[in-house]
């Protein structure tokens, strides 16, 4: 392994290839992040987000957003309802910049490093830090919450310890610098990415050996972030205030956050900020967000999540589908753009494939609507499809699926249509079962269906995520049971696979595999829409990835 | 008298003990899983089989039913009723809070029914098949076909694109500011009372035609009284006992409108907790709203049937 660090400390050996080399190692995010910030505001290795010199200071941001989580340990949850909220009282490792969502800048770590062979990264933590109740902030507080994270204790379970699957060793070098020990590379993006997830906040260890590691109950935990816990009232409002101690000098600006509770796509969330009652609001519905779009003096923002809408084929309870030949004619049978347009006054949608259709790897958008099952004309897919019915020996047509819908407007909308696509191009005849959203999960995991409808997110937009988490053999979410050996193999060499350009082509590769053999039957890409009022400065979403990365809110300001 | 009471009493506990008897053992029966809101659907489907027990045993569900029943009672007895599954908060907490604004709501809307729908069954009661009568008995079928939450979604809509107008979005209490709170309760409490008004209107119409009809009736307006009298002192008294035991029967309808008339209106009472808690499976807070809900409706009706004997000097309980 060679350690990177102590290779470049060396005086006087500074050549061309180790300046190189220096230059790629000294915050790998700065690699990632071709886009750092201008030099003259931050050193130019000091992407450290800062304050914007116009920005006036006080006022009280009044934020909707889904704020009832059904417990408070940030880490346990996969819910904007505990990171909406939650997000402002604390810091991660690194972060991605509210300027654009995507590049990965510093947050408690100043700088980092990574070592050549991919296997060991180093972060310089910053001094002076304090938590909320006046403890110093060390590198045992970052230990302590990731190898929570990365190992779990007993009843606790958290959606992110996949991520770190390959973290071997966790080494506190001094209170000020750690270094992750990995048993074998992954793709810079990726581990960065996780580094910078918004769900992988930073407590303290005092505070996870007090309560046996398991905050779910525990309302007010200190954090480091640019804002401290006041009040909350469940289901209604929680109040914060500026920590007038936080480490990054002139944030945040605001003095008061005052976060509401609305569910997302409710009317009510809607009349909330069109009456004025709140500055900004999440998760709009698309009447709502159309009438704030016309609306003199305020904005609406459109951003893509982090989350895929599809149906499963329950392959081991149905023969018939277990034939990649049937659940290709299924996916080719799927008008989606009229999907997309069915629930236009629901949810925002857009069409995509089996990775998300707007990351850099992925098939682009132009070239993937001229594919089979995604073009604007349904009839050639449907042609062939009704061709591999035939060839598969259901040319008659298959009856009585069950297929399960969850009990939310979206689903049961889709499930309808679907139903009737399926009748019409296939002649597959499916009864309806809607269920609550538990009950949907308990049938889901127990194959308690042919065809089930639902919804998936992902931490990382990074393909290697979806492909163990929604694809994996035994991957949580891959309700289907399904399993391609070759896919798999390949999915192993594109998490391992370093260098972009050919983990793109294997990207590519995969989703050609997907669609031949579907592990599951896309619908749509969710997208998010927000609404604010233009006072409301410093915050615009527009080029972020899903609602939990950049929710600090130290970012905005009040004009 | 004190007898009666007693015996109503103990049927009342009897009834009591068969709510809650049921709904214990229906919503461990029902489907779903309480640890998918808990987890989120990521952790839900990461877990171990390890930590299904351990986190089922910390919720204090893997116990046996009829332990987990005698604590459900310990804590009634206490008065904590138990504690939420997810944020850790006491049931009692919860309706301390939000039960002052369902209550508001329940008997402003008790109050807009009798306002409402008492003049107009008398206005057709005594004008039969006229105009107004017509207009009263079509009006009436229309808001008891209406639903409330729709109505209450309608409201909502046209204050907010006609007015830009939208009611308080927190809880705040009648002893807080009248004003905020007045604005929060009027839209639910109008709309449960329009339904509860027209069903009074109609009782009291046929009630009063049948009244009117008595020699008792035909005596005073044979003694010159004027019709104001004959109606107020002499027909409506005796009309009003089954108008009585309907708006008794009505209150339990408010209470089961209310759920889903204030999550129209996005009232955050006990109604909008009842709903939320059943999506979330939180059957701590489901079983004792519901009982909550079971001892309001017996406690209303046990008050409706000793009102008789305060109304009616005829009717005695020995």
């Known amino acids: 392994m060679t350690d990177h660090t102590s290779k470049s ?127 110093d902030f060390t590198a045992e507080d970052v230990k302590a919450t990731y190898d929570r994270i990365r190992n779990p204790p007993k009843g606790v379970v958290i959606p992110r310890t996949p991520l770190f699957a390959t973290v071997g060793e966790i080494v506190v070098i001094d209170p000020h610098k750690i270094e992750f020990r990995m048993t074998e590379p992954r793709p810079k993006a990726y581990m960065l990415g996780a580094f910078a997830s918004g769900w992988n906040i930073i407590v303290r260890k005092k505070t996870l050996d007090d309560n046996q590691g398991n905050l779910r109950q525990v309302m007010n935990y200190p954090g480091t972030g640019p804002f401290r ?107 989606r753009h009229t999907l997309v347009e069915v629930v236009k006054d629901t949810a925002p949608m857009q069409v995509g494939g089996f990775v998300y259709p707007f990351h850099e790897m992925s098939t682009p958008r132009p070239e993937l609507e001229k594919k089979l099952g995604y073009q604007k004309d349904p009839k050639p897919a449907v042609q062939e499809a009704q ?25 049961k909308l889709w499930a309808v249509a679907i139903q009737a696509m399926l009748k019409e191009h296939l002649n597959i005849e499916c009864t309806l079962r809607v269920v609550q959203t538990s009950v949907w999960f308990d049938e889901a995991q127990a194959g308690n269906f042919d065809l089930a409808i639902s919804a998936i997110v992902s931490t990382l937009m990074d393909p290697s995520d979806i492909f163990s988490a929604w694809y994996g053999k035994d991957g949580p979410q891959n309700y289907s049971r399904w399993t391609n050996p070759a896919f798999h193999d390949l999915a192993s060499q594109i998490e391992r696979e370093t260098d972009d350009t050919r983990r793109k082509a294997m990207v590519r590769k995969a989703e050609d595999m997907l669609e031949m053999d579907p592990p599951l039957i896309p619908v749509s890409y969710e997208q998010i829409y927000d609404g604010w009022y233009n006072k409301v400065k410093g915050q615009n979403p527009s080029t972020y990835f899903g609602i939990y990365d950049v929710v600090r809110w130290d970012n905005a300001w009040l004009a | 008298m004190q007898k009666y009471l007693a015996r109503r009493a103990f049927y009342a506990v009897i009834t009591l003990l068969g709510v809650s008897i049921s709904i214990f053992i229906i919503l461990r029966v029902l ?79 008790l109050i807009v029914s009798w306002l409402v729908g008492l003049p107009v069954g008398i206005l057709s009661a005594f004008k039969p098949n006229s105009l107004p009568d017509g207009v009263a008995r079509a009006m009436s079928v229309l808001f008891i076909a209406v639903p409330g939450f729709w109505l209450g979604m309608l409201i909502v809509l046209a204050m907010l694109f006609w007015f830009g107008y939208k009611a308080p979005i927190l809880i705040v209490h009648l002893w807080q500011n009248p004003w905020e709170n007045l604005q929060i309760v009027i839209g639910p409490g109008v709309v449960l009372g329009l339904a509860q008004g027209a069903y009074i209107a109609r009782m009291s119409r046929s009630c009063l035609l049948e009244v009117i009809s008595e020699d008792f009736v035909r005596t005073a ?75 309001i409706f017996v406690l209303v009706n046990v008050l409706v049937d000793l009102s008789y004997a305060w109304l009616d000097p005829r009717i005695r309980y020995s």
């Open chain 2, 31 to 109: 489907p779903g899983d309480p640890l998918v809101a808990i987890l989120g659907v990521e952790g839900h489907a990461r877990m171990t089989p390890a930590d299904r027990v351990r986190i089922m045993a910390d919720l204090g569900l893997s116990d046996p039913l009829p332990v987990q029943y005698a604590r459900w009672l310990g804590d009634i007895a206490t008065g904590r009723l138990g504690k939420s599954f997810f944020r850790g908060d006491t049931v009692a907490e919860q309706i301390l809070h939000r039960g002052p604004i369902s209550a508001e709501i329940a008997i402003l809307s």
């Open chain 1, 9 to 135: 400390e060396r005086p006087g050996t500074l050549d061309r290839r180790t300046f190189l080399k220096r230059a790629g190692a000294i915050g790998a995010g700065a690699v990632v992040a071709s886009r750092l910030s201008a030099p003259g505001l931050a050193g130019a290795q000091d992407a450290t987000f800062r304050p914007d010199p116009a920005a006036k200071k006080g006022g009280t941001l009044r934020y909707a957003v889904h704020n009832a989580p059904a417990h408070f340990d940030v880490h346990q949850s996969g819910t904007v309802a505990n990171i909406g909220p939650q997000s402002p009282m604390y810091d991660t490792l690194l972060r991605r910049s509210p300027k654009d969502g995507q590049t990965i800048i510093p947050d408690l770590a100043q700088r980092w490093e990574i070592s050549a062979d991919g296997k060991k990264y180093t972060f310089y933590l910053r001094k002076g830090v304090k938590f909320h109740d006046g403890a």
């Open chain 1, 387 to 411: 061709k591999l019915m035939k060839e598969a020996g259901y040319g008659n047509g298959i009856k009585n699926l069950d297929f399960v819908v969850r009990d939310i407007p979206t689903f």
């Open chain 2, 221 to 295: 307006r044979a003694k010159g009284l004027k019709e104001g009298l004959v109606v107020m002192r002499h027909a409506l008294p005796n009309a009003l006992l089954p108008v009585i035991t309907i708006s008794g029967v009505l209150l339990g309808f408010v209470l089961g409108g209310s759920v889903a008339v204030e999550q129209a209106f996005g009232v955050p009472g006990l109604g909008r907790a009842l709903v939320t808690a059943v999506i979330e499976r939180d059957i701590i807070v489901v079983q004792n709203l519901v009982l909550l809900y079971a001892v």
């Open chain 1, 229 to 335: 816990h006041v009040s909350r009232k469940d289901k209604e409002i929680w109040i914060m205030e500026r920590n007038p101690d936080y480490w990054n000098k002139g944030l945040p600006s605001i003095d008061k956050l005052e976060i509401y509770h609305f569910l997302p796509f409710t009317p009510e969330l809607g009349a909330s900020i069109l009456s004025g009652r709140v500055d900004y609001a999440r998760l709009l519905d698309p009447v709502s967000w159309r009438k704030v779009k016309e609306t003199q003096g305020m904005t609406a923002g459109v951003f893509n999540q982090s989350v895929i809408q599809a149906f499963w084929t329950n392959m081991q309870k149905n023969k018939a589908l277990a034939d990649p030949k049937v659940r290709r004619a299924i996916h080719l049978a799927m008008d």
